[in-house]
């Protein structure tokens, strides 16, 4: 079986001769494996096509792709965007009194499968159209036929929050209060904004929520809907682990006799929330296979070692490791200060942070936990000269490099992202150790306002380390990436700052990026846009230590791919660990 396909964003036929017509075999021998169509971009004949690849080769623009599939997902199909277009085959099932959680690569289809199941899209079954007879009929004798049938006549209520919760003040005004109560079908609105800590947003009109603010109201109105089935598209961008913790709570107890189905890239709260999970292997923007149900703890370490056992595929070239032991301690002669600051204190709005004086090693990479609206941003700011600290001075006499947490490239217009590193004097070393590993050279003819938000991220992150320093600080490097765009980013970042001698400091909230990460642990306490505190920088099992007790969960170790994993709150391994004080492996 094979699929061609065309990616629209990246061909430019004004730009080339069509070397895809031009050098296709095929087309010299008179058949008509590849015309122009209407918008002067090709379409390549799937049933023509021999696979040969000079086509892949030939466009200098790298959008085609001549993609061989097993037989056994021939007529399978289950949407197709379009002719040459990405398709999707497989759908996830959603069960009564269970949470699915689904598990792959950005691109490869997790939100269009739960926009088909929520009503959203149709399938098309890889044809242009298909009618709902057709779609209940290939399913015919699977848990989804019944669903299909229910859906076509109007018999299935779902409820279902955006991937891009920043849309939502598009299609409305006012204020959250309004916005629940106009929403609160269960009566349980009151109930959820305590549990989410939103009484103080409230009165905010939608236009003026956070980040944060605004992915909890959504998570909230998708949960007060009384529906049959709920799909979330992503609950953790831009929440706090606190609040991802306490967001995979609710969702298990107020939802506990519902069906639900998640997509999430954060391991730790996938591993926490799903009782089962279906992976989708494929390649961004091109297809998609959404595997059969698996138990959550094998289906993550399956996706992990990138060899999936059922299937008979393989999904990865090598598997993601982990190690035995937690960072190992560097002894006293080891320690190499790079980076030394003063005490200082920022305060604003009503807001204070106090930090004690600290260091940085070279070589290290520091990592930051804490609350949203605890200073860590504000903290970091004050590091990299973009503002001045109220009380004391900071005296760095370095070149710092820094990507904030909020990235402001999108006002770049319409210059490409070749165009933007053109402006860096990157090196060869740069494109070998930073550029390639994160995947910006398939990014370079794109311009940066069409940019996704993890796109945009890898951007982002990668401009900052091609500029010289001596410190490199990330405010939320792995915001809107998946879990083999994060692999890829902790072993960039480990190694720059390994081969270099260089000092990073990282912010994030992805528990598991900051466990694999880092040498050292720096922990901020306090009260949410009231006071934040920094704790000091401890070694890993002792900030990890003060840091999860807060937090009131524990980590152990998966005994085949030792990765680090949550207790279920409650278990008996998680009160062993908090009985013995040890939150942080035993």
């Not at 993609?67 to 199909?77: A, N």
């Not at 076509?152 to 204020?175: M, T």
């Not at 990330?474 to 000092?503: G, W």
């Not at 999860?548 to 008996?572: C, M, Y």
Request: charged fraction near 30%; proline fraction near 4%.
């Amino acid at each position: 079986m094979r699929i061609a396909i065309l990616k629209r964003d990246r061909c430019q036929p004004r730009k080339c001769q069509y070397e895809c017509i031009k050098y296709c075999p095929m087309v010299r021998t008179g058949a008509e494996t590849i015309v122009i169509g209407e918008d002067g971009k090709p379409i390549i004949s799937e049933e023509l096509c021999e696979g040969c690849g000079i086509c892949v080769k030939k466009c200098p623009f790298e959008a085609i792709s001549i993609i061989g599939l097993p037989d056994k997902l021939t007529g399978e199909e289950t949407h197709r965007y379009g002719e040459n277009g990405f398709v999707l085959y497989g759908l996830p099932i959603p069960k009564p009194g269970k949470v699915t959680g689904l598990l792959g690569e950005n691109g490869t289809g997790k939100s269009t499968a739960i926009k088909i199941l929520s009503g959203l899209i149709v399938p098309n079954l890889g044809a242009k159209t298909a009618s709902w007879d057709a779609i209940i009929k290939r399913y015919a004798g699977s848990e989804l036929q019944n669903y299909f049938a229910r859906l076509a006549r109007g018999g299935l209520k779902v409820s279902y929050k955006p991937q891009y919760v920043n849309a939502i003040p598009d299609y409305f005004s006012g204020n959250v209060r309004e916005l629940l109560e106009g929403t609160d079908e269960r009566g349980m609105a009151a109930e959820l904004v305590d549990a989410l800590e939103l009484n103080a947003a409230l009165e905010k009109d939608i236009k003026e929520l956070s980040g944060g603010e605004l992915q909890r109201v959504a998570v909230i109105a998708c949960m007060i809907r009384d529906a049959d089935f709920y799909f979330f598209d992503e609950v953790t961008p831009y929440l706090d682990i606190y609040q991802r913790v306490r967001v995979a709570r609710v969702i298990k107890e107020v939802l506990n006799d519902r069906a639900v189905v998640v997509v999430e890239h954060d391991l730790a709260i996938l591993d926490m929330l799903a009782d089962y999970i279906h992976l989708i292997y494929g390649k961004p923007a091109e297809y998609g296979v959404v595997t059969m149900p698996k138990s959550t703890g094998r289906g993550i370490n399956e996706y992990l070692s990138g060899f999936l056992h059922a299937e008979n595929v393989r999904i990865r070239d090598k598997p993601i490791e982990f190690t035995a032991h937690p960072p190992r301690e560097k002894q006293e002669e080891e320690r190499r200060v790079s980076i030394a600051y003063s005490e200082f204190e920022k305060s604003y709005d009503g807001f204070v942070l106090k930090a004690k004086a600290g260091s940085i090693e070279s070589g290290e990479v520091l990592g930051v936990v804490g609350r949203n609206a605890i200073g860590k941003s504000t903290f970091v700011k004050v590091l990299a000269g973009e503002i001045e600290p109220t009380k004391g001075r900071i005296e760095l006499d370095i070149k710092i490099s820094y990507k904030p947490q909020y990235i402001g490239l999108k006002e770049k217009g319409d210059m490409s992202v070749r165009e933007l590193f053109q402006h860096l004097d990157i090196s060869e070393s740069e494109v070998i150790e930073v550029l390639k590993p994160l995947g910006v050279p398939e990014l370079e003819n794109k311009c940066v306002k069409d940019l996704s938000g993890g796109e945009l991220q890898i951007v982002a992150v990668a401009a900052c380390l091609c500029h010289h320093a001596s410190l490199y600080m990330l405010d939320e490097p792995s915001a809107h990436l998946d879990v083999e765009q994060k692999v890829h980013l902790i072993k960039t970042i480990r190694r720059y700052a390994e081969q270099r001698d260089v000092s990073m400091l990282i912010v994030d909230h992805d528990i598991y990026l900051i466990d694999l990460l880092s040498d050292r642990l720096m922990v901020f306490e306090g009260e949410p846009g009231v006071r934040g505190e920094v704790k000091g920088c401890f070694e890993m099992r002792e900030g990890m230590n003060i840091f999860l007790k807060e937090l009131g969960v524990t980590f152990r170790r998966d005994e085949l791919s030792l990765r680090p994993r949550i207790n279920k709150i409650g278990s008996a391994k998680d009160r062993e660990q908090k009985q013995k004080g040890k939150y942080y492996y035993l």
